[in-house]
């Protein structure tokens, strides 16, 4: 890595892989010798048909996603999922209820946001603090349920589930945003899967939604027709105009995954990057701090104090001024929590973690 090269250690939009932003580039102007850009390309042209075939099947072969499922491209991040998932599955048992796991941020907007359309059941007693995952013997399940939600790494407090939940027959529903295919998943036991690309598989603009087929056609009439996934779904994802350039970037970053090794390649990389700034933490004694329960600590999203428990002020700027010193951006942690974050997703290199790695090992024999 050049002594002056950027690292980029942001929460997403997140950093890309040097090798598809190179390849855009070349084709920016000229894609595939058409003479004209993908971002000029008519979403009904039979090019544009391929990319987004292309691109499914990538991520089909790299998920292995059973037939009966549906892959969608659809717009409105994450948070237009939050309306989505409740508008077109919340109906589908007489009830209108739902059950929610709260373990941080984004899970209590989706759950907020689903009390609009039905009865919504947080299963497990309130969390003082989004530092861990309740225990799965406290949930209180409603066999009732039309769905059972979770987010599967929260992005803020740096939350992640490394089992997945049971639900006795109801429904699965995950935001996968922030750790999509940074590991292996066994998509039959979910009934709908989404995720917004702009961390580990593309930029802004996209966001994936898998869904069983069965689970179409059950939508609130209140639904807008661009979130109906049967809609969208009988129409391969081209029942508006789709974000055609996100859909061609996340594209080449599925191949560039599928060429270095798939979802257990990532894994074992984002397993031993996290790691490598974990131990620094817990060597470090007290002076950097992680509140999150270790069993659950994300491998995608490390949040740390610096100085003391609830962070000093002032190392916590030196800090982050060092940082900029060495090229490394967007380090300081969400607004709600403060502190510092780490974001590792897949296109963040082991050369580049060890450059963090160094500057927390120097920062900390500076100040203890």
Not at 62 to 74: E, G, H, I, M, T
Not at 118 to 128: A, E, F, S, T
Not at 298 to 317: H, I, Q, W
Not at 340 to 352: D, G, H, K, P, W
Request: one cysteine or more; aromatic letters at 8%.
């Amino acid at each position: 890595m050049e002594q002056n090269q950027t690292i980029n250690f942001g929460a997403g939009p997140a950093k890309l892989p040097q090798a598809v932003l190179f390849h855009a580039q070349k084709e920016l102007l000229n894609y595939s010798g058409l003479g004209i850009s993908v971002l000029e390309m008519s979403h009904r042209s039979s090019d544009f048909n391929k990319i987004l075939n292309k691109t499914e099947s990538l991520l089909r072969e790299l998920l292995n996603v059973p037939d009966n499922y549906k892959v969608l491209f659809l717009q409105g991040g994450g948070s237009g999922q939050f309306s989505a998932v409740p508008l077109n599955l919340i109906g589908l048992k007489d009830d209108r209820c739902a059950d929610y796991i709260v373990t941080g941020t984004w899970s209590a907007k989706a759950a907020k946001e689903a009390e609009k359309y039905g009865k919504v059941n947080i299963v497990h007693p309130k969390l003082d603090s989004y530092t861990k995952i309740p225990d799965p013997s406290s949930w209180t399940l409603n066999p009732s349920a039309s769905y059972v939600y979770y987010c599967c790494n929260e992005t803020v407090h740096g939350v992640e589930f490394n089992f997945t939940p049971e639900t006795n027959g109801v429904v699965l529903v995950s935001d996968m945003s922030s750790n999509f295919l940074s590991r292996p998943v066994d998509v039959s036991k979910f009934g709908l899967i989404f995720a917004g690309a702009q961390k580990n598989v593309g930029c802004a603009g996209v966001t994936v939604v898998i869904v069983r087929e069965d689970l179409l056609g059950h939508t609130l009439k209140e639904c807008p027709i661009v979130l109906d996934y049967k809609v969208q779904a009988d129409m391969n994802s081209l029942y508006n105009t789709p974000p055609c350039f996100s859909i061609y970037i996340m594209g080449l970053v599925l191949e560039w995954i599928k060429n270095n090794g798939g979802s257990p390649a990532m894994e074992k990389l984002n397993r031993q990057k996290s790691s490598m700034i974990y131990d620094i933490i817990n060597a470090s004694s007290g002076f950097y701090v992680c509140p999150v329960d270790p069993a659950c600590r994300s491998r995608m999203n490390v949040p740390f104090r610096v100085g003391k428990k609830d962070g000093d002020d002032g190392l916590e700027k030196e800090f982050l001024e060092g940082a900029s010193k060495h090229n490394m951006l967007s380090l300081k942690g969400h607004r709600s929590v403060g502190g510092m974050r780490a974001s590792l997703y897949n296109a963040v290199t082991l050369e580049e973690t060890k450059a963090l790695a160094n500057y927390m090992k120097e920062f900390l024999k500076e100040h203890q």
